[in-house]
């Protein structure tokens, strides 16, 4: 059945028609039948009902207008309810007519025992709603009611009453069934008790969509009954954060609602969603991004205000509220404090402890590329050039602040050279006998190996080695390697000869992989040979 909620009769009686009918489409026994006069007569009981309700339904839209002083816009929905009415009534004897020509053309009812004769026949039904082409009329009429109401009521829940049978679930998937339009589907090949029956369950889906439309009408007047039945106490503390020997301070006071309302909840022209406390009762939901543009340079505040509106019936109430927005506090915790190695990957941990968890800040700036890091508030920063660099920081959309910050260029890398793990002695110099290899290396500044650990790996790539003699070279050679061995040179040694080193090629490995060409502090060293 459709329209309105069925109670479990109506249920039933809805099922016990869909069976009788499916067991009429396979041909069985027509013992059936006697069933379908039974659900006739059930089915017109329960119309009798929803009829009464029906009817009570207008009245109490009625009497709610005219309580309220039947202002216009109460009115024009008390007309409307009156249509949906008038309309329902108008079919509904159409229909009538429909079941008694059905009786009446099949012999009527036995005047002793008022059983209908012609139970069993199967061509006036046919003949009534398909060759006289009554079936069509009955669909044109059910299916414009129930586009009125759809646009009366500008609900979507009323869809077509009279539909074929490739819009019927049960019938779609049967290929004997499934082509069939309304008029052969429900009155083809159908006794006289089923057509009465078929009748009479339309009548009850039609009133039942005339229940469910008066309802809907009912609520825009507030017809229903509504009464303050739930009563909470409530506690408005003014924080619930209280420093130690500080005062705690609340309003305490009891908010009423009634289960039966349906308020509507806005704020500066916008409706926001609706939802249910722990007590059943229904509150907007505010929820929206604090701005300011202006701060009081001592409070460090800007005030703000918004309207809110609730809308429940034809009342609606204003409440202006006015916050403050307090100005971030950018914290920015780094190794390099304010000044950001050119090129580097410089870490900084921002902070805003103002916002709490809402916090989830992006970074943004055009002197320098910006990597977010794997926690809010945590980013690396590789300035692009030696200009400043401004480090936008921004929350939900929100701008907070610019940070800025000095570019500093990166330290040139110490050479250390050792000889069997040892530094070399270039003041005392080294024997030839112990001088078989050596290790040239390129070693990061203290600071800055300590501020950005991951840009301060080197590697000597091309290294210069002579052996001099009075002024006179006697052997040169280039190495691509920080070990040098020089088991080769030994021979050459004398004492008091030189061997220079000259380093010319040293790469740093950045933070973002890449190799950049660096210049030592010192490049050329004399180690003498005793």
């Given at each position: 059945m459709a329209g309105g909620k069925e109670t479990p009769r109506q249920k039933m009686i809805g099922m016990m028609y869909m069976v009788l009918t499916a067991l009429l489409a396979l041909n069985v026994s027509s013992a059936v039948l006697e ?496």
């Amino acid at each position: 059945m459709a329209g309105g909620k069925e109670t479990p009769r109506q249920k039933m009686i809805g099922m016990m028609y869909m069976v009788l009918t499916a067991l009429l489409a396979l041909n069985v026994s027509s013992a059936v039948l006697e069933k379908f006069v039974f659900i006739d007569e059930a089915l017109k009981e329960s119309g009798v009902a929803l009829a009464e309700k029906n009817n009570k339904t207008l009245s109490n839209i009625t009497a709610e207008v005219k309580k309220k002083g039947d202002r216009g816009a109460d009115v024009k929905v008390l007309n409307g309810a009156k249509d949906v009415h008038q309309m329902t009534q108008d079919i509904l004897s159409y229909m009538d007519g429909l079941r008694k020509r059905m009786a009446d053309d099949t012999g009527g009812y036995d005047p002793d025992t008022h059983e209908l004769k012609g139970a069993k026949d199967t061509e006036g039904v046919a003949n009534i709603m398909i060759k006289n082409k009554e079936g069509e009329k009955l669909k044109t009429q059910l299916n414009e009611y129930s586009k009125k109401l759809a646009s009366m009521t500008g609900s979507s829940e009323f869809t077509p009453l009279a539909r074929d049978a490739k819009d019927i679930p049960m019938a779609a998937s049967d290929p004997d069934q499934k082509m069939k339009d309304f008029s052969e589907y429900y009155f083809g090949d159908t006794p006289t008790a089923a057509g009465m029956a078929t009748i009479s369950q339309l009548e009850t889906e039609l009133l039942g969509y005339e229940s469910r439309a008066l309802e809907i009408l009912a609520e825009k007047v507030g017809a229903k009954d509504v009464e303050f039945d739930r009563v909470v106490p409530l506690i408005r503390p003014t924080s619930n954060v209280v420093a130690s020997g500080a005062d705690f301070e609340a309003d305490l006071f009891i908010t009423a609602a009634a289960s039966g309302m349906n308020p509507t909840f806005s704020y500066n022209g916008k409706e926001v969603p609706a939802e249910t406390n722990e007590f059943g009762i229904k509150y907007g939901k505010v929820k929206f991004a604090a701005k300011a543009s202006n701060y009081d340079p001592k409070t460090l505040m800007s005030e703000q205000k918004f309207k809110a509106q609730i809308n429940l019936n034809d009342s609606t109430y204003t409440i202006d509220h006015t916050y403050y927005v307090v100005k971030p506090v950018i914290q920015v915790r780094s190794a390099a404090l304010q000044a950001l190695y050119m090129n580097c990957g410089n870490e900084l941990d921002i902070q805003v402890p103002a916002l709490g968890t809402s916090y989830n800040p992006s970074f943004s700036s055009s002197e320098a590329t910006i990597v977010k890091g794997n926690r809010p508030g945590l980013v690396v920063v590789v300035p692009k050039g030696r200009s400043k660099v401004n480090l936008t920081v921004s929350n939900s959309g929100n701008v907070l602040g610019t940070e800025r910050f000095d570019v500093k260029k990166v330290p040139a890398p110490n050479i250390e050279i050792t000889s069997r793990n040892r530094p070399v002695d270039f003041e005392n110099g080294v024997a030839s006998a112990a001088l078989t290899t050596i290790k040239v290396s390129a070693e990061a500044d203290e600071n800055f190996a300590r501020e950005v650990p991951n840009d301060a790996r080197y590697r000597v790539k091309k290294i210069n080695v002579k052996l001099a003699r009075s002024g006179r070279q006697i052997k040169t050679e280039d190495f691509s390697s920080e070990n040098i061995d020089l088991r080769a040179w030994r021979s050459l040694f004398r004492p008091g000869d030189n061997l220079i080193v000259k380093v010319e090629d040293v790469s740093r490995r950045t933070y973002q992989g890449e190799n950049e060409r660096v210049k030592p502090t010192t490049t050329i060293y004399n180690i003498p040979i005793k």
